[in-house]
């Protein structure tokens, strides 16, 4: 048996498979070697595609649950031959297509964005120093590493040493030093220092793609508060829609006695007005739509779900340089403070050569080298980047000649209180200030020892000339803003001050904000902080979260990725590191927080408007659900048409729901969606109800043919579908005017030339009296409906505001036990 199992095995073709190659890192690899390695599959290309593929945009708009129960419904009206009530699949089909349209232009533009956001990579390829993206490196190619670079394949180190942070992958914070031989795990990112390494693992292979499968596996990716209550909405209607569909058509034939054809047109009717056909659609075209509007003003969407986030944000965090302040500085003096002064020249000469010998990773260093250029400098034996923990850099030229230049309080330590009305006096005036000190050997560790100050640099940041307009955008919407920077509180309040933010004078030191407690008082106390670690950023963004805040935050650096991966809505600067954008939710392909104005008066557009045109598809579902329950229970013919129910849903939810989602609206986004939109389609809802039971309790005492029943209860449900149309459109404009005149012309020109069309017959006199009626108690019973809402919503609010009061008087009680 074990033999015939052999034979029946069918062995798979394999591909060669390439020798490893011992790399020189001078030479790398060559051009042949490359190619053999991308025919084997072999390259760097990601896991996952950042888009749908155009198939599976096709497929996911056409293989929908609810398209199949609509089809279901087709099916069987044409098996009875009610042709005419089939006038849903032309709404059905319309749908499908925008949708797909929509979505493959959005797909299109996100593509080309994508591309331009892509990191870059740089490799060593026979000899030469190449720059690609990071998906075109393959096995065995030398990278080179720096500053700010995330590391993008697993690699060995074989030349140089590099300070890395893999708070990303493992989740400790501490930069670890890496030398030749030690392993660099992908997802992790440079914080200082160059090197050279061997990709040892890439593609599917890395550390960082085999952990973004295993999270696919275990969990979906968590909806926003609109998607998700729009999901469970959806996934309720779906299971209800089967038993009531089933209930209502045994119902209506075995019990009213009614034909097949009839009990089959009457319970399509109800199951279609239940359905929110174009909801989901208007969702998903308005965001498709968003991310186009985005790319316009520079913005690349990595993340859907943060157009919600973004637009529900009340806190902003922005740091000082590039968002506030301009993105370069200029040296504007020198002073000296140390006990054995040097003159001005030779702090000069030491200054070009520090500078000389460090790379120009941020704009206080490339400012100092640009104000101490020389190419003649002395080489240190050791230098020691900057980072932002510690907050300061170091070269050693020799035994006795180690040098420090960074934040004076973080190189004086207790020593600092000394210097600190002479640093106070520059940094008022918003300028940065640097302190130049001797020290001892120049090592690993975060302290030095035996400091001796020198000098002090002071830098000049100007303030944007638009940071003012931009700031007081936010203020006007109620967005607070808080100013986290690894600056001096002194300079950086002085800089927020200037630029228009409020409450500047509400600043903090962090290095006082030693534990989790103090950060988190501090984060609602405080407008301004200064020296911030990026651990603190972090712990910042998650207190203010805990407070129950929706936070976004701007970044550029490998110093705020840790808060940029903590916040609801995390904004990268394309110009900054590769990890701040590749962890970010939203790209500024300009680089210009001037353009976030915009970028958030966009995403409340969009959301705002979904919500407001959402409440015209509720208010035919609740109406059609709760009527269909009731006919069930009561026993009566449902009162509407498929076909009626088409011309209803086009006039009063399809055609002005997608003119109303494209205009402009920047309110701050507030409460729960299935909340709002619920509170806004109730009083509608209600009103068709009460107005239908009252329709057919006419029929049943003045024997009203079923026709011209079903024929007041179209009209009358349209009517109320624009007085709604009419509440959502307010406050009005000549658009909205001209759209909803427009409607109520067409209205009245299909009862006029087309009724048969939608199933509308002509109506006696008796039936007329009866409509009119029934129109005038519209506006007076859908006031009532909404009075009583707002009362029993100021009610409960109320019960919540007290039962909070009561929460938190027994919390002194309890902390005193």
């Given at each position: 048996m074990n033999k015939l199992n052999k034979k029946q095995q069918v062995e798979e073709p394999r591909i060669p498979q390439p020798e490893r190659i011992a790399t020189f890192?001078?030479?790398?690899?060559?051009?042949?070697?490359?190619?053999?390695?991308?025919?084997?599959?072999?390259?760097?290309?990601?896991?996952?595609?950042?888009?749908?593929?155009?198939?599976?945009?096709?497929?996911?708009?056409?293989?929908?649950?609810?398209n199949l129960i609509f089809v279901v419904l087709a099916i069987s009206l044409a098996a009875v031959g009610s042709f005419k009530n089939m006038m849903f699949l032309v709404a059905v089909v319309v749908?499908?297509?925008?949708?797909?349209?929509?979505?493959?232009?959005?797909?299109?533009?996100?593509?080309k964005l994508v591309l331009m956001s892509e990191p870059k990579a740089t490799v060593i390829r026979d000899s030469v120093v190449v720059e690609l993206l990071s998906e075109e490196t393959v096995l065995d190619d030398i990278a080179v590493f720096g500053s700010d670079n995330q590391i993008y394949a697993d690699a060995i180190l074989l030349t140089g040493e590099l300070r890395v942070n893999e708070s990303l992958v493992t989740g400790e914070s501490d930069e670890i030093m890496k030398k030749a031989g030690d392993?660099?795990?992908?997802?992790?990112?440079?914080?200082?220092?160059?090197?050279?390494a061997r990709l040892e693992r890439v593609g599917r292979n890395s550390f960082v793609s085999k952990m973004t499968v295993e999270a696919k596996k275990a969990k979906k990716s968590k909806q926003t508060g609109m998607m998700r209550d729009l999901t469970r909405m959806l996934q309720l209607i779906g299971i209800a829609i089967i038993p009531v569909g089933i209930m209502m058509y045994t119902r209506q034939t075995q019990i009213l006695g009614l034909m097949p054809k009839e009990g089959i047109e009457n319970t399509t009717a109800a199951l279609v007005g239940m359905i929110p056909e174009g909801l989901y659609l208007l969702v998903s075209v308005a965001l498709a739509v968003s991310v186009m509007r985005l790319s316009k003003k520079h913005t690349l969407v990595r993340d859907l779900k943060c157009i919600e986030t973004l637009a529900r944000a009340d806190v902003f965090c922005v740091d000082k340089t590039g968002t506030i302040t301009e993105n370069h500085m200029d040296v504007t003096a020198i002073v000296n403070i140390g006990p054995n002064d040097m003159d001005a020249a030779a702090v000069e000469r030491l200054l070009t050569d520090f500078a000389g010998d460090m790379p120009g990773i941020n704009a206080t260093m490339q400012a100092i080298k640009k104000c101490f250029n020389s190419a003649s400098y002395r080489r240190a034996v050791k230098i020691?980047?900057?980072?932002?923990?510690?907050?300061?850099?170091?070269?050693?030229?020799?035994?006795?000649?180690?040098?420090?230049?960074?934040a004076?309080?973080?190189?004086?330590?207790?020593?600092?209180?000394?210097?600190?009305?002479?640093?106070?006096?520059?940094?008022?005036?918003?300028?940065?200030?640097?302190?130049?000190?001797?020290?001892?050997?120049?090592?690993?560790?975060?302290?030095?020892d035996d400091i001796k100050p020198i000098a002090l640099i002071v830098l000049e940041n100007p303030v944007k000339p638009t940071a003012r307009a931009t700031f007081e955008f936010f203020r006007e919407q109620g967005v607070a803003i808080k100013v986290i920077s690894g600056d001096n509180p002194l300079t950086v309040a002085a800089a927020a001050k200037n630029a228009g933010i409020e409450h500047t004078d509400r600043s903090i030191d962090a290095p006082v904000l030693d534990s989790k407690e103090k950060i988190a008082e501090a984060a609602g106390k405080y407008t301004v902080f200064g020296r911030v670690t990026p651990e603190q950023k972090r712990q910042l963004i998650l207190a203010l979260k805990k407070a129950g805040h929706t936070v976004a935050m701007t970044g550029d650096g490998v110093n705020d990725v840790l808060a940029l991966k903590a916040a609801d809505c995390s904004v990268a600067m394309a110009s900054g590191s590769d990890v701040a954008s590749k962890v970010s939710h939203l790209v500024m392909l300009n680089s210009d927080f001037d353009s976030m104005p915009a970028v958030v008066a966009e995403g409340r557009r969009v959301i705002n408007n979904i919500e407001r045109?959402?409440?015209?598809?509720?208010?035919?579902?609740?109406?059609?659900?709760?009527?269909?329950?009731?006919?069930?229970?009561?026993v009566f013919a449902y009162p509407l048409t498929p076909a009626q129910l088409s011309l209803a849903s086009m006039l009063t939810i399809g055609i002005p729901s997608f003119f109303l989602s494209l205009e402009p609206n920047k309110s701050l986004v507030r409460g729960r969606f299935i909340v709002n939109v619920i509170y806004r389609a109730l009083p509608a809802a209600l009103t068709d109800l009460f107005i239908i039971i009252g329709v057919v309790l006419f029929k049943a005492a003045f024997d009203l043919q079923d026709a011209q029943v079903t024929t007041i209860a179209a009209v009358l449900i349209t009517c109320v579908g624009f007085i709604m149309v009419w509440k959502v459109c307010k406050p009005f404009n000549w658009m909205r005017a001209v759209m909803l005149a427009s409607l109520v012309v067409?209205?009245?020109?299909?009862?006029?030339?087309?009724?048969?069309?939608?199933?509308?017959?002509?109506?006696?006199?008796?039936?007329?009296?009866?409509?009119?009626?029934?129109v005038l108690l519209i506006p007076s019973v859908m006031w009532l409906f909404s009075a009583g809402i707002e009362k029993i919503a100021e009610g409960f609010h109320f019960i919540v505001r007290i039962a909070k009061l009561l929460k938190e008087d027994k919390k002194p009680e309890a902390a005193e036990a």
């Amino acid at each position: 048996m074990n033999k015939l199992n052999k034979k029946q095995q069918v062995e798979e073709p394999r591909i060669p498979q390439p020798e490893r190659i011992a790399t020189f890192p001078d030479f790398g690899l060559s051009g042949d070697q490359v190619r053999q390695r991308i025919a084997a599959g072999l390259d760097n290309k990601a896991v996952d595609s950042p888009s749908k593929t155009v198939p599976q945009i096709i497929a996911g708009n056409i293989l929908t649950y609810f398209n199949l129960i609509f089809v279901v419904l087709a099916i069987s009206l044409a098996a009875v031959g009610s042709f005419k009530n089939m006038m849903f699949l032309v709404a059905v089909v319309v749908n499908t297509l925008i949708g797909i349209v929509q979505e493959l232009r959005a797909k299109k533009t996100l593509d080309k964005l994508v591309l331009m956001s892509e990191p870059k990579a740089t490799v060593i390829r026979d000899s030469v120093v190449v720059e690609l993206l990071s998906e075109e490196t393959v096995l065995d190619d030398i990278a080179v590493f720096g500053s700010d670079n995330q590391i993008y394949a697993d690699a060995i180190l074989l030349t140089g040493e590099l300070r890395v942070n893999e708070s990303l992958v493992t989740g400790e914070s501490d930069e670890i030093m890496k030398k030749a031989g030690d392993k660099l795990i992908s997802g992790s990112f440079v914080v200082s220092g160059e090197g050279r390494a061997r990709l040892e693992r890439v593609g599917r292979n890395s550390f960082v793609s085999k952990m973004t499968v295993e999270a696919k596996k275990a969990k979906k990716s968590k909806q926003t508060g609109m998607m998700r209550d729009l999901t469970r909405m959806l996934q309720l209607i779906g299971i209800a829609i089967i038993p009531v569909g089933i209930m209502m058509y045994t119902r209506q034939t075995q019990i009213l006695g009614l034909m097949p054809k009839e009990g089959i047109e009457n319970t399509t009717a109800a199951l279609v007005g239940m359905i929110p056909e174009g909801l989901y659609l208007l969702v998903s075209v308005a965001l498709a739509v968003s991310v186009m509007r985005l790319s316009k003003k520079h913005t690349l969407v990595r993340d859907l779900k943060c157009i919600e986030t973004l637009a529900r944000a009340d806190v902003f965090c922005v740091d000082k340089t590039g968002t506030i302040t301009e993105n370069h500085m200029d040296v504007t003096a020198i002073v000296n403070i140390g006990p054995n002064d040097m003159d001005a020249a030779a702090v000069e000469r030491l200054l070009t050569d520090f500078a000389g010998d460090m790379p120009g990773i941020n704009a206080t260093m490339q400012a100092i080298k640009k104000c101490f250029n020389s190419a003649s400098y002395r080489r240190a034996v050791k230098i020691k980047e900057f980072s932002s923990a510690d907050k300061y850099s170091a070269v050693s030229f020799g035994p006795g000649e180690n040098y420090a230049l960074g934040a004076p309080e973080f190189i004086l330590r207790g020593n600092f209180p000394e210097y600190q009305e002479t640093i106070n006096t520059y940094a008022e005036t918003g300028s940065r200030v640097l302190l130049l000190a001797g020290c001892g050997p120049v090592g690993e560790a975060n302290t030095l020892d035996d400091i001796k100050p020198i000098a002090l640099i002071v830098l000049e940041n100007p303030v944007k000339p638009t940071a003012r307009a931009t700031f007081e955008f936010f203020r006007e919407q109620g967005v607070a803003i808080k100013v986290i920077s690894g600056d001096n509180p002194l300079t950086v309040a002085a800089a927020a001050k200037n630029a228009g933010i409020e409450h500047t004078d509400r600043s903090i030191d962090a290095p006082v904000l030693d534990s989790k407690e103090k950060i988190a008082e501090a984060a609602g106390k405080y407008t301004v902080f200064g020296r911030v670690t990026p651990e603190q950023k972090r712990q910042l963004i998650l207190a203010l979260k805990k407070a129950g805040h929706t936070v976004a935050m701007t970044g550029d650096g490998v110093n705020d990725v840790l808060a940029l991966k903590a916040a609801d809505c995390s904004v990268a600067m394309a110009s900054g590191s590769d990890v701040a954008s590749k962890v970010s939710h939203l790209v500024m392909l300009n680089s210009d927080f001037d353009s976030m104005p915009a970028v958030v008066a966009e995403g409340r557009r969009v959301i705002n408007n979904i919500e407001r045109t959402a409440s015209l598809f509720l208010v035919k579902n609740i109406f059609s659900f709760i009527l269909a329950i009731i006919s069930i229970f009561a026993v009566f013919a449902y009162p509407l048409t498929p076909a009626q129910l088409s011309l209803a849903s086009m006039l009063t939810i399809g055609i002005p729901s997608f003119f109303l989602s494209l205009e402009p609206n920047k309110s701050l986004v507030r409460g729960r969606f299935i909340v709002n939109v619920i509170y806004r389609a109730l009083p509608a809802a209600l009103t068709d109800l009460f107005i239908i039971i009252g329709v057919v309790l006419f029929k049943a005492a003045f024997d009203l043919q079923d026709a011209q029943v079903t024929t007041i209860a179209a009209v009358l449900i349209t009517c109320v579908g624009f007085i709604m149309v009419w509440k959502v459109c307010k406050p009005f404009n000549w658009m909205r005017a001209v759209m909803l005149a427009s409607l109520v012309v067409l209205f009245v020109g299909v009862l006029a030339y087309v009724p048969d069309v939608f199933s509308i017959v002509p109506i006696d006199f008796g039936s007329k009296l009866v409509l009119g009626v029934f129109v005038l108690l519209i506006p007076s019973v859908m006031w009532l409906f909404s009075a009583g809402i707002e009362k029993i919503a100021e009610g409960f609010h109320f019960i919540v505001r007290i039962a909070k009061l009561l929460k938190e008087d027994k919390k002194p009680e309890a902390a005193e036990a």
